[in-house]
């Protein structure tokens, strides 16, 4: 029988909305929910009563939340993108103060099977000539951030196993053959698809992603807060998934 757990939610926007309705579907309390600074101040003391920190916010805000909740010996559980310059200072902070974070660029159960694809895909086609990679990306004109965390996460598995790419960019700018081209695009009502095509001159071999809803990535962090809050360190849903 799973424990009932008492989670904390930064950031109401509509993935927390989505997080919050799947949380209490699975009998869990929400305890404290901060959207803003104000928020910070008046329900900071909620947060030492709850078992783990569910945090999907801006990247210019995941890192000194991540840290409020570090603080407060609180795991935390982040879905937020676009700030992993930080990642490495916070991984040490983590380790060093043995707190817990458990980070996903997208928690949904069917993407991080699609990026293991995309790994078997590249390492296939890293030994064929002739294959030319490229992502697209399409999300909510809300999505603050661009490209996706996703798309990032597909492209540097792709660049680890290409020598002769060394960096992704933006496929609106010209760019040399060494970069990897990722187009995004920001239309109404699109959760979220995401395209992997390797073009050659003779055909194309293409692998796809489309979500339907938020309800499968709120229902990967709420997976994901079960599985660690009892736990010390980093992880990814490589481990909840023993992928």
């Known amino acids: 029988?799973?424990?009932?757990?008492?989670?904390?939610?930064?950031?109401?926007?509509?993935?927390?909305?989505?997080?919050?309705?799947?949380?209490?579907?699975?009998?869990?309390?929400?305890?404290?929910?901060?959207?803003?600074?104000?928020?910070w101040d008046h329900e900071r003391a909620k947060l030492t009563d709850c078992n783990v920190a569910i945090e999907f916010t801006t990247p210019e805000a995941a890192p000194d939340n991540i840290k409020r909740c570090f603080e407060l010996d609180l795991p935390v559980v982040t879905g937020t993108t676009g700030w992993l310059q930080h990642m490495p200072n916070m991984v040490s902070y983590c380790k060093e103060h043995n707190r817990t974070l458990f980070y996903a660029s997208n928690f949904s159960i069917g993407v991080n099977f699609f990026f293991e694809l995309n790994i078997k895909l590249a390492d296939m086609l890293a030994k064929t000539k002739g294959y030319t990679p490229r992502i697209e990306e399409t999300h909510h004109r809300q999505k603050l951030d661009s490209p996706s965390g996703t798309a990032i996460t597909l492209a540097r598995d792709i660049l680890h196993r290409r020598e002769n790419l060394s960096r992704w960019g933006n496929a609106d700018e010209k760019l040399p053959d060494s970069m990897l081209p990722i187009k995004s695009y920001r239309i109404e009502n699109v959760t979220g698809t995401h395209v992997v095509r390797y073009d050659s001159a003779i055909d194309s071999i293409e692998i796809k992603h489309t979500a339907h809803d938020r309800s499968g990535f709120a229902e990967g962090a709420i997976l994901a807060a079960e599985w660690v809050y009892d736990k010390q360190g980093v992880y990814s849903m490589k481990d909840l998934l023993n992928i």
């Open 1 to 39: 029988m799973k424990k009932q757990l008492k989670i904390a939610l930064i950031g109401y926007g509509k993935m927390g909305k989505a997080v919050e309705k799947m949380a209490l579907s699975r009998q869990h309390v929400i305890v404290a929910k901060i959207d803003n600074e104000d928020d």
